[in-house]
């Protein structure tokens, strides 16, 4: 058994070991060294590349309508009305891409300007096909 004299003690500052010492001095970490933390670095993404597979349905969302809606104009079930639930729909996925963080800020930016170019194409023809309708 250790005498007391020689037993470990873990008061702070008695007998403390220099590798738990706290230097009176504060000193900032090497350059060399890597931040520990993802908010300390500017080099690294704010957010992960991968992809949830929730994420990857909803980026599949946009070209699968968009095609539902060429099927439907094609079709013998088209009619006006549907060009304002296509600018309906564009307004909803513009919303939910906002409300889900703006993920993939380019791509979502990209497919926003195509989408408001159709939604504006969708309007002109809706009001042309009224036009005609009441002629």
């Known amino acids: 058994m250790l005498s007391p004299s020689n037993r470990p003690r873990n008061a702070s500052g008695a007998f403390s070991r220099p ?15 890597r931040p520990s933390r993802s908010l300390a670095s500017p080099n690294r993404p704010a957010k992960s590349l991968t992809s949830s597979p929730s994420t990857r349905a909803r980026i599949g969302i946009s070209p699968g309508s968009f095609l539902l809606g060429v099927g439907l104009y094609l079709s013998r079930f088209w009619r006006p009305i549907l060009y304002l639930v296509g600018i309906l729909h564009v307004a909803i ?6 409300l889900d963080g703006m993920q993939f800020l380019l791509f979502g930016v990209a497919t926003g300007i195509l989408s408001a170019g159709l939604a504006v194409i969708a309007a002109y023809l809706f009001f042309r096909s009224e036009r005609d309708a009441t002629r």
């Open 93 to 98: 996925l513009a919303v939910l891409w906002v």
């Open 19 to 33: 590798s738990t010492t706290v230097s009176r001095c504060s000193s900032s970490p090497l350059a060399t060294h």
